[in-house]
């Protein structure tokens, strides 16, 4: 029987796409693909997402490294928390999984400071039972470590749970600890697969 559901935050929770957020600023795609490997999937931005570094030291970093997108690394570290808004339908499911007794969860590669800015904005976060950030225990997805955490810390039987993430290198690595899974795509019907597994929803 399923008792808990563990959601990520990023493009499950909140939508986090950086291609789009840059095009406000620029419509120069080749600008946006290269700036965009060079931050968002860098080492320094792994970091983060480990909060091993402030959001003020990696920015100093990346202006040291591209001195000549200094501009933009500074409008991009003013603004980007903006483009992480709830995806509705998914907040909606949150709310009737809550309502019918399940136990809600977070397990999420998040940079410490976001998680911050959006539990100050959305209050629809108090509905989770537990979260653990990977800005906060210094342990990144698809580390083992972390999936452990989740389990030890609140005495959760992976059998019980269902993981749901964007990613499916995370998915797999859940899947080694007997927790079922679900990968959230634009495309997903999570209600519908939910139900396959058998949530009240
Ligand atoms: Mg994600």
Sequence with gaps: MIRNIIFDLGNVIFNFKPEKFLRRYTNDEIYIKDFISKVIRSEIWLKLDRGTISIKKA????????????NFILMFFEEWMKMLTPIQEN????????ANGY???ILSNFIIEAFDYVQNQYSFLTLFDGKIISG??????PELEIYQM???IYNLVPEECI???????????????NIKTILFTQDTNLRTELRKLKVNI
């Excluded at 920015?59 to 200094?70: C, M, N, S, V």
């Excluded at 906060?136 to 997805?141: A, D, M, S």
Aim: net charge positive; glycine share 0%; no cysteine.
């Design 59 to 70: 920015e100093e970093e990346f202006i040291e490294k591209f001195p000549e997108d200094r």
């Design 91 to 98: 907040v909606k499911i949150l709310y009737e999984l809550k």
């Design 103 to 105: 136990k809600l969860y």
């Design 136 to 141: 906060n225990v210094k342990v990144i997805k």
């Design 150 to 152: 989740l389990i030890k």
């Design 163 to 177: 993981f749901i993430d964007d990613v499916l290198a995370f998915l797999s690595r859940a899947r080694r600890l």
